[in-house]
C-alpha cells in the first residue's frame, strides 16, 4: 500500500532545438488531500480540483489538457502578478568592462550605480586617443537557463560603413541595435573617423530593456575592435528584466528616418 506520493510539475517552451524552463513544482497528494482548503498553492489546488472534476482514479486525454491549459493561466497570472510589484523592471547584476588595459582606449568608469528607491544608472566614460578609421562591433545576447545559456540573437559589423548605408542596411540586428542607441544614447553615434570621449550615463529603466526579450535573466556581451582584431572595448552585462521591452511591439525599431 502506497501511504505518500509526490507529484512533480515541470514545464518548458520548446523551440526547435532548445528547450526553455517555464515553471516547476512539487506537492505531497496525500498530505493536499487532507487538509486541501487551507492550502495557498494555487497550481496545487488546480491540479487536485482538475484530477477531482474529471474522475477518481483514472487518467484522461481531456484531463491532462484541462490541466496544462489552467497551469499555463496560473503561470502567465503569476508572472503579471509579479511584474505588477516590481519597482525595478530593469536589474544589473554585473556590468563590467574586461580585458583592460586597452591600447587605444582609456577607461574612467564602467560600472552600474545602485540607488535607493530609484532605477540603477549606468556609468561609462572613455577616451579614444587614437583616430579610428574603422570600428568593429561585436554583439551576443544570451538567455540563461539553471545550467545553460541559449544565444538569443548576436551579429558583426563594421560601424563606420553601417553609418554610410544605414538606410539601406540588410543587417536587421545591426539595426535594432542603431535604433536601440539612438533612443537612449544618441549623442554616441557620431561619423567616423572615431576619437575623443565617450560618455553614457543612463538609468535603467524600461527604456533600456534590450528589444525582443521577454522577462527573464540574461547575458550581453559587446566588443569593439579594429580592423586588425585590436580590443577597443569590451564590456559584459549580467541583468534581469520583470518587464517586456518597450520595442517588442513596434516596427519604429526598422525606421532609420
Known amino acids: 500500500m502506497i501511504k505518500r506520493v509526490f507529484v512533480d510539475i515541470i514545464i518548458y517552451s520548446q523551440y526547435l532545438h532548445t528547450r526553455s524552463y517555464l515553471f516547476g513544482t512539487t506537492f505531497e497528494c496525500c498530505d493536499f488531500r487532507a487538509d486541501s482548503a487551507s492550502r ?23 484531463m491532462i489538457r484541462n490541466l496544462v491549459a489552467l497551469l499555463v493561466i496560473v503561470i502567465t497570472l503569476g508572472v503579471m502578478e509579479g511584474l505588477a510589484r516590481t519597482p525595478k523592471p530593469f536589474w544589473m547584476k554585473r556590468f563590467e568592462c574586461t580585458g583592460q588595459p586597452y591600447k587605444y582606449t582609456t577607461v574612467f568608469s564602467c560600472h552600474v550605480e545602485n540607488q535607493r528607491d530609484k532605477p540603477q544608472r549606468l556609468q ?14 561585436s554583439i551576443e545576447l544570451y538567455a540563461k537557463h539553471r545550467q545553460s545559456q541559449t544565444l538569443m540573437y548576436g551579429t558583426t559589423f563594421e560601424y563606420c560603413e553601417f553609418m554610410k548605408n544605414k538606410e539601406s542596411q540588410s543587417n536587421p540586428v545591426a539595426a535594432i541595435m542603431y535604433n536601440y542607441a539612438k533612443h537612449n544614447y544618441p549623442h554616441i553615434l557620431i561619423p567616423c573617423p572615431i576619437t575623443g570621449m565617450f560618455n553614457i550615463s543612463n538609468q535603467l529603466d524600461r527604456n533600456m530593456i534590450p528589444p525582443f ?10 566588443r569593439f575592435y579594429t580592423k586588425r582584431n585590436e580590443t577597443v572595448l569590451d564590456y559584459i552585462a549580467d541583468f534581469s528584466i520583470a518587464a517586456p521591452s518597450i520595442f517588442n511591439k513596434t516596427m519604429t525599431m526598422f525606421n532609420f528616418k
Open 40 to 62: 495557498t498553492n494555487s497550481v496545487h489546488r488546480l491540479t487536485y480540483g482538475v484530477a477531482e472534476r474529471n474522475g477518481r482514479g483514472r487518467l484522461s486525454v481531456h
Open 124 to 137: 561609462i566614460s572613455v577616451n579614444i586617443t587614437e583616430l579610428l578609421t574603422k570600428l568593429f562591433i
Open 213 to 222: 526579450v521577454t522577462p527573464g535573466s540574461y547575458i550581453a556581451t559587446h
